[in-house]
């Protein structure tokens, strides 16, 4: 009886993995995520793989068992993002986005801000896969047009190096993975932290309008609502309180938080979270306007400010003053230096200074407080948790092997064949 079963197990295993090969062949290593998951699932708890036979293990289970093993392990391997991915096919990828974001960060600044939001709109919707960056398509779809996405500036930038990239290294640099290196480079010449980053990031073939307008937090947005987002992507508090040390560079237009200024929550009064002198100060930059007086959006709809999505070829995009939306520079004149990239942005939430509602709330719960506190007064616990947190956020919901493509130019999928 054990030997039957030793053999419809052997039998089952070779058919398996002669089908395996045949698709391989076929399809030329077409697996998708879920088979991929499949396989290492089925690494990770070797008992399941073979259907629960395992009470008698001959010495063939263990040649197949390593066989399958190695055969998983190849494809997991060629499949998943590697250090220096480009070594080979293209050496000086890396360079090149590093040099240009320094030398257009040297001429504007902004530049540095306006990459690491594009980066965290990107990876926060189905993952770092440059959906972002896509122009409307056949479908009429692009993210670009969603209500959050309206003031992200930056994409000029990132064409202007894919184009330096396809003259040296024509269809090899996916857009997903010049993104993540170039927003890298603008954490560290804002004075942030380096973070190791691997790379064979693809590019998605469609873009993600709705669930951009949907699943990007508004600044109006509740703690719970912003800590359930992040948390749905694996992000902890810890985590998510330290990435929005990023606001403690780039600009926000007064649209954002201009409610809790006047009208907060429809009481027709100010936040009374906001810090007195503060609001004052605030008053002055951005004036009272009907718009104010509206009731606050609902969490979760996001809000455009009245400036058009700013991508135009010739400026770099950076431009962001509005004659009805004025701006305030989140670092307040780089409040302390480069060496504050992030300890100043908690130490302003401790005084009731955060300018955003989203922002404010970290200190209204002590999950979160406790890591407003501990980061405004370590600056190096902060460099270390954000530099982790950016890793993951970068490497989140990545395509990889044959999923996705190589665009050409970051705002077009390539052409079917
Ligand atoms: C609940 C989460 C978040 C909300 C609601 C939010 C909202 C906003 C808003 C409304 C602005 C102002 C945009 C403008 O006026 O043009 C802004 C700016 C910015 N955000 Fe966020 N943000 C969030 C999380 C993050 C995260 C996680 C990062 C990066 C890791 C980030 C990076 C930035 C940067 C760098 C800027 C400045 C952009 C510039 O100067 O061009 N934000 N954010």
Redo the contacts with the bound molecule.
């Keep these: 009886m054990m030997r039957n079963l030793g053999n419809y197990k052997f039998a089952f295993v070779t058919c398996s993995v002669i089908a395996l090969s045949i698709y391989v062949a076929l399809y030329g290593l077409r697996f998708d995520n879920a088979i991929l998951r499949a396989l290492r699932l089925a690494r990770k708890s070797p008992d399941n793989r073979t259907g629960g036979w395992d009470s008698e293990k001959s010495p063939f289970d263990e040649d197949l068992n390593s066989m399958y093993m190695s055969i998983a392990e190849e494809i997991d391997q060629s499949y998943s993002l590697h250090y220096d991915f480009y070594r080979e096919s293209c050496p000086s990828a890396d360079k090149i986005i590093a040099k240009t974001i320094r030398e257009i960060y040297n001429a504007r600044p902004?530049v540095?801000?306006?990459?690491?939001?594009l980066?965290?709109h990107d990876c926060?919707v189905e993952g770092c896969d440059a959906s972002v960056l896509l122009d409307v398509d056949e479908s009429l779809t692009t993210e670009k047009g969603a209500a959050?996405n309206l003031?992200?500036?930056?994409f000029d930038v990132i064409e202007a190096i894919k184009s330096e990239l396809e003259n040296i290294c024509p269809g090899i640099v996916s857009c997903a993975d010049l993104l993540v290196l170039a927003a890298r480079e603008a954490v560290l010449v804002a004075g942030g932290p380096f973070y190791p980053l691997e790379t064979g990031r693809r590019d998605s073939v469609v873009a993600f309008r709705e669930i951009a307008d949907r699943e990007?937090?508004?600044?109006?947005?509740s703690l719970s609502v912003?800590l359930a987002?992040?948390s749905s992507r694996g992000f902890n508090e810890r985590e998510?309180v330290s990435?929005?040390?990023?606001?403690s560079?780039?600009?926000?237009?007064c649209?954002?938080?201009k409610d809790r200024l006047y009208n907060f929550s429809g009481t027709g009064k100010p936040d009374p979270e906001i810090n007195t002198g503060f609001l004052q100060e605030l008053k002055t930059k951005c004036p009272f306007s009907a718009s104010a007086s509206s009731p606050s959006p609902s969490p979760g709809t996001g809000?455009a400010?009245t400036?058009p999505a700013s991508h135009s070829s010739q400026s770099y995009g950076?431009s962001?003053e509005n004659g009805n939306?004025a701006?305030i520079d989140?670092s307040y004149n780089n409040e302390g230096g480069d060496e504050n990239f992030g300890t100043r942005y908690y130490r302003r939430l401790l005084q009731k200074k955060g300018l955003?509602y989203?922002?404010q709330q970290l200190t209204g719960r002590e999950e979160t407080e406790i890591w407003v506190r501990a980061y405004a007064s370590d600056s190096m616990l902060f460099r270390k948790d954000f530099a982790m947190?950016?890793m993951k956020?970068s490497n989140y919901h990545v395509l990889t092997g044959p999923l996705g493509q190589i665009r050409t130019s970051c705002s077009k999928v390539l052409p079917r064949k």
Excluded: E, N
């Design positions: 902004s540095a801000p306006a990459l690491i939001r980066l965290f926060f959050p003031s992200l500036k930056g990007l937090p508004s600044p109006q947005a912003i987002s992040f998510t990435l929005f040390g990023a606001h560079i780039g600009i926000t237009h649209t954002f938080f809000l400010p400036l950076m962001s939306d701006v989140l955003m989203s922002d947190a950016m956020l």
